[in-house]
């Protein structure tokens, strides 16, 4: 579907199960349109654009799409707690050796003996 008129109004549906968000945009001057949703959900998601008829202009739909949206990736998803872990064991590595470092250099006292 691809409407050669600018500024027309197109319609987005997003259905998943019981769920549906309807979208509205408008053509670009070449008749393209661009439509996104931030996906509550992850699984098949049915996609249709839809431009209603005027008085000028008969309405269009277009074939229904499967969209599957699929959730991040591991590490997409605890990027943050893995950069977090590494920066305190280097963090922790780096305090044990100047501490390693400060008691090798020491010589032993006759209390301690």
Do not use: H
Request: charged fraction near 10%; glycine fraction near 8%.
């Amino acid at each position: 579907m691809s409407p050669q008129t600018a500024g027309m109004s197109i319609t987005v549906y997003f259905d998943y199960g019981n769920y549906s968000e309807n979208i509205v945009c408008f053509t670009l001057a070449d008749g393209s349109f661009t439509a996104s949703l931030l996906a509550n959900a992850t699984g098949t998601w049915n996609v249709q654009a839809v431009f209603y008829e005027d008085a000028s202009t008969y309405g269009s739909m277009s074939q229904q799409l499967v969209a599957t949206v699929e959730g991040p990736s591991f590490l997409a998803q605890y990027a943050l707690y893995l950069g977090l872990g590494v920066g305190a064991a280097a963090a922790g590595s780096a305090v044990l050796m100047l501490y390693l470092k400060k008691w090798r250099n020491r010589t032993p006292t006759e209390e301690e003996w």
